[in-house]
């Protein structure tokens, strides 16, 4: 299958999925939640057709929910500010002249941008706060480590410290390649 789709080839609903990484039912379902348009004028029991702006659609919906972790009502809402910025550039790019609704257009789309960003950003957030419980987790383990070998009789920590010592040696001067020294 050509993964070249701009020569305004239509793809079916399984080459669409095969060449962006995922399932017709996912595809089907982003269409009936509103994530991706339905193909229009498909009649009933006929495949479905995408076409590049499609496939295109459909890619940056699995990056940015992949990227992003967000849920579907996120990622809606994520797209739906994309979308109402894109139909902000084509009526600026039409050429408006008045300089009214040109001030009006730079206001909408920074609103757009708002949002878009709160949403990025209360994701990032959540991800620190995870990140944050995670080391302090890994410190409290480490602590208790420590402790244990403190408070351990000698050979019982001897193998444990050793070992350790054995693993920190290893990963500052890699033996590969070197002669044994003579001491």
Do not use: C, F
């Not at 399932?23 to 089907?28: G, K, L, S």
């Not at 996120?74 to 139909?87: F, I, S, Y």
């Not at 084509?90 to 757009?112: C, K, M, T």
Request: net charge positive; hydrophobic share 35%; glycine share 8%.
């Amino acid at each position: 299958m050509s993964n070249d789709t701009g020569r305004g080839e239509m793809l079916r609903i399984g080459d669409v999925a095969e060449l962006v990484g995922t399932t017709p039912r996912t595809i089907r379902y982003y269409e009936e939640i509103g994530l991706l348009p339905t193909t229009g004028g498909r009649e009933a029991g006929r495949h479905r057709l995408y076409d590049e702006s499609a496939v295109e659609r459909l890619r940056d919906l699995l990056r940015l929910k992949d990227l992003l972790g967000l849920s579907l009502e996120a990622l809606k809402q994520l797209v739906a500010a994309q979308d109402a910025r894109a139909a902000l550039r084509r009526e600026w790019r039409s050429g408006v002249d008045d300089p009214v609704r040109r001030r009006q257009i730079l206001d909408e789309a920074l609103g757009h941008i708002a949002k878009q960003l709160e949403l990025v950003r209360r994701r990032r957030d959540e991800i620190a706060g995870l990140e944050g419980e995670l080391v302090a987790q890994r410190r409290r383990v480490r602590d208790r480590l420590r402790e244990l070998e403190r408070d351990a009789p000698g050979p019982t920590r001897e193998p444990h410290v050793a070992l350790a010592a054995r693993a920190r040696r290893r990963r500052r001067s890699p033996r590969e390649g070197r002669l044994p020294s003579s001491s």
